[in-house]
């Protein structure tokens, strides 16, 4: 990626909180267009990179510019052109829905109607209420009204500090439908998210942990890292299965995967030897069978190796 | 069902002229890791509170722990365990502090509280940490010391509510060992998540759509009778048609 195609450009960034290192000498780069998610847990140092990048905190070591400014010299420039929507509900509670656009579009200078066609879709959704005051809205609706103020003055780039955290599947998954929507529109966007299902809906990914990027790929190519054999067991007495398959020979990991469990194969690991010993310990009916690694199989192992 | 540590039968509550959680019945064994699903809005917290003791319901019937959830909600809270993702533990107290009001809290004697928290401390292998502020715990850390708080006077019964939300992989399946190891050793797990794979770690799951529990069964019977491969799809399926949100 040259640099002039870069949304966003972070390198050797590092913040630290007096003994704590929240950021730890972090870089990749954000193309133009791109949907770029930041996954990992909480303490990986998501919310510490969003405010570096959105020029509220300044980095002890390590730069960062948005669309080619600086955020050390151009706070100002960079300030204009990226919407921010924190972890935390952060419009005021005591407004109207419509008082709270009011306000955020008087304090860019602009006007809704400017760029209706940016937030009308997801504005549409809120209408309905626009005369409620933001404290008394759902989560789903505060989630989408946040959205909309943030976009208000057509950034070309967005900012989104774990949108979906706490919200239930189905309004997850229209969260990302809005989000794939604006991409269509040229906005670049980067969006934490600690759940890795979502991974799926980015163009490319960061797998974070602990202050640090351990890997950044597509999510096709974040999984196809993952070298070497992976099983899925299955059974009667999922857990009673787990302890034995850990206990069994030439086993190197077993760790509960939804509805089966994944199993890394170690030195000297046989199938059929491996099946054979599960069936002596009582576990007859216990299936094997190769597994496709996933994101989250990736992620487990980089955190190991850490 | 013989026995059950839980069963309600037509449970309401109603705020004013809304009826948050309508006339749900169901039964969960012993022993039992009972998912308990919904979308935002569908009445989740506010059963789970009454079902806690935390609330009255509003009209109903039923046990909880042997105890009458209209008549005997202070002892409810006696004789289970709970756990919320919000509010758990003293940041301020040390591990083996937090431990110790826990245990005064629940009426352990002395002894006992000292001889819980040596087996917590080695269960979780914290014997090192036992005097740092759980305010400096990493998050997953503190949610596996919660759990052990949560049934340190090795109720019957715990409630858990999206324990393991924006915890790391590796801690939240470490998280569901803990579950597993005490529903095998007889405690009844009652657990909410919005992660659809630990959907799939629980005995039985229900899912509530609308105050109401729409679906109940094994994830593998959910699974077969909504004709798909995973519990994400079941639970897209039954939550798509939700007519209001939170």
């Keep these: 990626m040259e640099r002039s195609d870069c949304a966003i450009e972070v390198s050797g960034l590092t913040k630290r909180y007096g003994a704590l290192t929240a950021l730890d000498g972090v870089s990749f780069r954000v193309g133009r267009g791109e949907l770029f998610g930041l996954i990992g847990p909480d303490g990986a140092g998501k919310t510490t990179l969003f405010r570096l990048i959105a020029t509220l905190l300044t980095p002890d070591a390590g730069t960062a510019s948005v669309d080619g400014f600086d955020i050390g010299r151009d706070a100002r420039r960079i300030r204009a052109r990226v919407g921010y929507m924190p972890g935390r509900f952060s419009l005021y509670p005591d407004l109207s829905v419509g008082e709270n656009l009011d306000f955020f579009a008087s304090l860019f200078g602009v006007r809704i109607a400017d760029h209706s066609d940016l937030i009308a879709p997801i504005y549409r959704q809120i209408e309905p209420f626009r005369r409620r005051r933001a404290g008394k809205l759902s989560g789903g609706m505060k989630q989408k009204l946040a959205l909309c103020c943030a976009l208000i003055h057509r950034p070309s780039v967005l900012l989104l500090d774990e949108p979906t955290t706490g919200v239930d599947a189905v309004s997850r998954s229209e969260f990302w439908d809005m989000l794939s929507e604006l991409r269509t529109k040229g906005i670049s966007m980067l969006v934490s998210t600690p759940y890795m299902d979502e991974a799926q809906r980015c163009g490319r990914i960061a797998l974070c942990d602990k202050g640090r990027v351990l890997a950044v790929d597509t999510p096709a190519g974040t999984a196809a890292r993952f070298d070497g054999a992976l099983y899925a067991l299955s059974g009667p007495d999922m857990y009673g299965l787990l302890l034995a398959a850990r206990a069994a020979h030439g086993v190197r990991e077993c760790y509960p995967f939804g509805a089966v469990h994944h199993l890394i194969p170690g030195r000297g690991f046989s199938a059929e030897r491996f099946v054979a010993e599960l069936a002596g310990k009582g576990f007859r009916n216990a299936e094997l069978r190769p597994a496709e690694a996933g994101i989250e199989d990736v992620f487990i192992r980089l955190m190991r190796h850490e | ?246």
């Design chain 2, 1 to 246: 069902m013989n026995d059950p540590i839980l069963s309600v039968r037509e449970l309401s509550k109603k705020f004013g002229g809304f009826t948050a959680v309508d006339r749900i019945s169901f039964d969960v064994a012993r022993g039992e890791i009972f998912g308990f699903l919904g979308a935002n809005g569908a009445g989740k917290t506010t059963a789970m509170r009454m079902l806690c003791g935390l609330s009255y319901p509003t009209s109903g019937s039923g046990t909880v722990a042997g105890c009458d959830v209209m008549r005997e909600s202070e002892r409810i809270k006696r004789r289970i365990g709970y756990m919320s993702q919000r509010f758990s533990l003293y940041d301020d107290l040390t591990v083996l502090e937090n431990i110790r009001l826990y245990g005064g809290i629940y009426g352990l004697s002395r002894r006992r509280i000292l001889r819980r928290a040596v087996e917590i401390l080695r269960r979780l292998d914290f014997r090192s940490e036992s005097r740092t502020l759980v305010g400096a715990l990493p998050l997953g850390w503190k949610q596996k010391l919660a759990f052990s708080v949560a049934t340190l006077h090795r109720p019957e019964l715990v409630f858990l509510d999206e324990p393991t939300g924006g915890v790391d992989p590796i801690t939240r399946r470490q998280f569901w060992e803990l579950i597993y190891e005490a529903a095998a050793g007889g405690t009844t797990v009652f657990v909410t998540t919005h992660y659809m794979d630990e959907a799939e770690y629980c005995s039985r799951v229900s899912v509530m759509v609308d105050g109401r529990i729409r679906a109940l069964g094994t994830p593998a019977a959910l699974k077969k009778q909504y004709a798909v491969a995973t519990m994400d799809e079941v639970f897209r399926t039954l939550a798509r048609g939700a007519k209001r949100s939170e």
